[in-house]
């Protein structure tokens, strides 16, 4: 099961959450993709805020809860 729990509004990060599931969803296709360096790539760009690699991962973080 996975669920989406981040409290920024979806809409905000959809651009994110397709790369998300894209390597959820076919990891043999996307594995070049790099979430961690997209994430703070993305928070650089149109929110002007640096994260460091632990806070772009907390953020990934956020987006599963597995509750199998």
């Given at each position: 099961?996975?669920?989406?729990?981040?409290?920024?509004?979806?809409?905000?990060?959809?651009p994110?959450?397709?790369?998300?599931?894209?390597?959820?969803?076919?990891?043999?296709?996307?594995s070049?993709?790099?979430?961690?360096?997209?994430?703070?790539?993305?928070?650089?760009?149109?929110?002007?805020?640096?994260?460091?690699?632990?806070?772009?991962?907390?953020?990934?973080?956020?987006?599963?809860?597995?509750?199998?």
């Amino acid at each position: 099961i996975i669920i989406v729990t981040q409290t920024i509004p979806t809409i905000a990060i959809a651009p994110l959450l397709v790369l998300w599931m894209a390597t959820i969803l076919q990891p043999e296709l996307f594995s070049d993709i790099d979430l961690v360096e997209e994430v703070k790539y993305y928070y650089s760009e149109f929110y002007e805020f640096e994260l460091t690699d632990e806070q772009a991962q907390n953020v990934i973080n956020g987006w599963v809860i597995d509750d199998e």
